[in-house]
């Protein structure tokens, strides 16, 4: 009788701790624009948005945080899913264009296809420019890994977090989808291998 009480108490905790774990963030406390002072609310230099999952929620993300006033340039990155078709990032910079972002404001990477891959090639382009401190932008469940590739290379540059909370295949109840514990089981198992291959290294 006193494990029927306690379990949900442990399920609860459970799902809580996956929740916060997966999808650091940067901005608690923030306001909806960036604040004059410079720190965690102040303004960037770039916002990285990676391909992925829901790409275009993702990059609508994004958008939102360029036209607020949080960063003057956009990096957006991803191979084309079909290889017959367009890059992701050049589909990625077709919508944020049409949303109004100008065309110079954006710098692309069609060739990464992988987690790492995007860090890598996007920390070639943010070297390139000279930026500083990026807000990092991808899926909830995808944050922590893609901020753990992201640091991994990131020399001087400050990367925040900024997870994108709720898209097609993510939300606050992922939960109560098999297709919630799937993609968290996922990048659980995947965090776990990026710390395996670090400590053999």
Known sequence: MKWLIIIPFVIAGLITGISFYLQ??????????PAEE?????KADAIVVVSGGDTSARTAEGIKLYTNGWADKLVLSGAAQDKS???????????AVFAGVPGDAIYIDEE???????AENSQSILNNHGFKDVILVTSGYHQRRANLEFEKRAGSITILNQPLINDKDW???????????????????KIIVFYIQGTAS
């Open 24 to 33: 650091p963030n940067d901005f608690y406390g923030c306001t909806s624009s």
């Open 38 to 42: 410079t720190g965690k609310c102040g």
């Open 85 to 95: 078709g367009p890059s992701n990032a050049a589909a990625m910079k077709q919508q």
């Open 112 to 118: 990464a296809e992988t987690t790492e891959q995007n």
């Open 171 to 189: 939300s606050f109840f992922w939960w109560t989808t098999p297709r919630g514990w799937w993609l968290a089981g996922g990048e659980i198992a």
